[in-house]
């Protein structure tokens, strides 16, 4: 699997993201703004123009809402092999990761590990891929706005070995709590790769 993992929308790198959805195809995930009392109206607005920045790539856009999969994990399974690729917007990344599990999204991108599937988002996107979620509540408040889902999941994908920290050093209104969290990290010995808002990391 291959991972475009920006801080903050789509980054510095978009001409690569493209090449990477060998198929010209991605399904765009916005749950992680599932917030439990979200503004269904902006919510809306960053979807549409999200999925409007993709498309300016020239990619086939497709809305994968995790909630119409909840329970379905075999039919979000086919519809990943026929896309080939997933981008994942930003928000909370608790909230992510519960849908993750609903929706079988996380055993699914497990099985995915040994092909060529495009992992893409920003923000909590990247931060799910973690051994742990432990400290990101520092940036994230905890929140569970599915009824099948009222515990919090403290552990992550572990595609990756380190804590994702997006907005660091920027013009963000989480950067400062980012800081908090990195300081987190080093008390506990936990490896970190912090990145600024237009940056990208780019694993292959």
């Known amino acids: 699997m291959k991972y475009y993992l920006s801080s903050y929308e789509f980054g510095d790198k978009t001409e690569k993201l493209k090449t990477l959805a060998l198929k010209g195809k991605i399904g765009y995930i916005p749950n992680a703004r599932d917030f439990t009392n979200s503004d269904q ?19 086939e856009v497709e ?7 909840f329970g379905k994990r075999d039919e979000l399974k086919k519809k990943l092999e026929q896309l080939g690729a997933i981008f994942i917007s930003g928000g909370n990344v608790f909230i992510l990761r519960q849908a993750m599990k609903l929706s079988g999204l996380d055993e699914i991108l497990k099985e995915l590990q040994d092909t060529d ?31 099948k889902q009222r515990e919090i999941i403290w552990g992550g994908l572990g595609f990756v070995d380190f804590h994702f920290m997006p907005h660091w050093n920027s013009d963000h209104p989480e950067s400062a709590d980012v800081e908090k969290e990195i300081a987190y990290c080093k008390e506990n010995n936990i490896p970190y790769k912090a990145i600024r808002d237009g940056e990208v990391i780019i694993i292959e």
């Open 41 to 59: 109206e902006r919510k809306a607005k960053r979807t549409v123009n999200d999925m409007n920045s993709l498309r300016e790539l020239g990619l």
């Open 63 to 69: 809305l994968l809402n995790l909630q119409d999969y």
């Open 117 to 147: 599937f495009l992992y893409a988002g920003y923000s909590a996107a990247g931060c799910v891929l973690a051994p742990s979620l432990k400290g990101m509540d520092i940036v994230d408040p905890l929140d569970t706005p599915y009824a």
